[in-house]
């Protein structure tokens, strides 16, 4: 199967007055703040697309512009980027958000899907005044999601009577055009791979090590195949690139140092607040409970996680995700210079062509 190279699409520029603040702070919190910028969104879409992604993804959370408007903004500046939209079961009706997809989807001529989450943060979706814990927000959102898949397939009125949701009569008019993926799901808990395998076509895998993650591919198609499905495999990856492995190995850690400083300074309240931190907090990792330590933590931890070399390298790396089963990598990285897309599109490149180089590549 081929795969699938996802980038992303922000509503608004990172933090940070300058290209280099900006691609620094890719590794910090993100603040709650974010603003909606129409032509950086129309340009980060055109470059995905340009520099030759598949597909890009449109996070979400409590205090961000809405994900379904900046989703359609993008397909709206492109032809070709298929754009998931991070929706969250809960913040509205199963009926409206399928109404929404199919609308989207057939907008765009067949170019929109949902990545559905449940919410890693206990304390983001009460600011949605969402008051379920996190295992009664699986149990909704098996329900959320079996009326939600229902009402982009019924070619009927139907009525459902459950113990989140009744509806009457309900009927979406029109449907997404017939493909791959529509529906992806995440989550690490064995009722998160659940849900997927029941109800999405991708499921997102954590970033595990290569033999856990090989595991759990297996394990998520297992439960798919119980159900007659089967599912794609995607996973993110936070990606620093230079021209060789040295360079890039430089880029990170000039990037780190500049994280550490700008996170440090007069604005530190702003990224101490971040949802990333509530989610550490609620998790209880074993890290200092000042805000400040916990900014730290994060983005050395940041920087641990990436994938870090040279186009070449990383694309050996990525192999060996793709041999263990991986359909779709999403490549998280800093595009703020004309070098940085250079590199992206040689690391696409090399994903598309693995043998470029004359060497046979590890997968």
Excluded at 296 to 303: C, D, F, T
Aim: net charge positive; proline share 5%; hydrophobic share 40%.
């Amino acid at each position: 199967m081929e795969l699938d190279v996802r980038g992303g699409v922000r509503a608004a520029p990172v933090a940070g007055d300058t290209p280099e603040q900006r691609s620094a702070l890719r590794f910090a919190p993100d603040p709650r703040e974010r603003a909606a910028d129409p032509e950086y969104v129309a340009r980060t879409a055109r470059e995905n697309e340009e520099d030759g992604l598949d597909s890009a993804l449109v996070t979400q959370s409590s205090s961000w512009p809405d994900p379904w408007l900046v989703a359609a903004w993008a397909l709206a500046a492109t032809s070709r980027l298929r754009v998931a939209v991070a929706h969250r079961a809960g913040t509205t009706a199963p009926t409206a958000a399928a109404r929404a997809l199919a609308t989207l989807d057939r907008l765009s001529g067949g170019r929109a899907a949902a990545h559905v989450i449940v919410g890693s943060s206990d304390a983001d979706v009460l600011r949605d005044g969402d008051v379920l814990g996190k295992a009664d927000r699986y149990r909704r959102a098996d329900e959320y999601l079996s009326v939600f898949t229902r009402t982009l397939a019924a070619r009927e009125p139907f009525d459902h009577d459950g113990e989140f949701y009744t509806v009457r009569d309900a009927w979406c008019g029109l449907a997404p055009a017939p493909r791959g993926e529509l529906l992806s799901f995440g989550g690490s808990s064995p009722e998160g791979l659940e849900l997927a395998a029941r109800y999405a076509e991708v499921y997102a895998v954590p970033a595990l090590p290569v033999p856990a993650t090989r595991r759990r591919i297996a394990e998520a198609r297992a439960a798919a195949a119980r159900h007659g499905r089967t599912l794609r495999i995607w996973r993110h990856l936070t990606v620093v690139l230079g021209r060789d492995d040295e360079a890039a190995r430089t880029r990170a850690r000039v990037l780190g140092r500049e994280a550490l400083r700008l996170t440090a300074g007069p604005d530190q309240g702003r990224f101490n607040g971040a949802v990333q931190l509530d989610r550490d907090r609620e998790r209880g990792r074993a890290e200092p409970a000042a805000g400040r330590a916990r900014t730290e933590a994060y983005v050395r931890r940041s920087l641990a996680a990436a994938f870090v070399g040279s186009p070449a390298a990383v694309a050996d790396r990525i192999g060996v995700l793709r041999a263990a089963g991986v359909d779709t990598v999403q490549l998280d990285m800093a595009v703020e210079r004309e070098e940085d897309r250079e590199l992206r599109r040689d690391l696409v490149r090399r994903l598309r062509h693995p043998y470029t180089d004359g060497r046979r590549a590890a997968w």
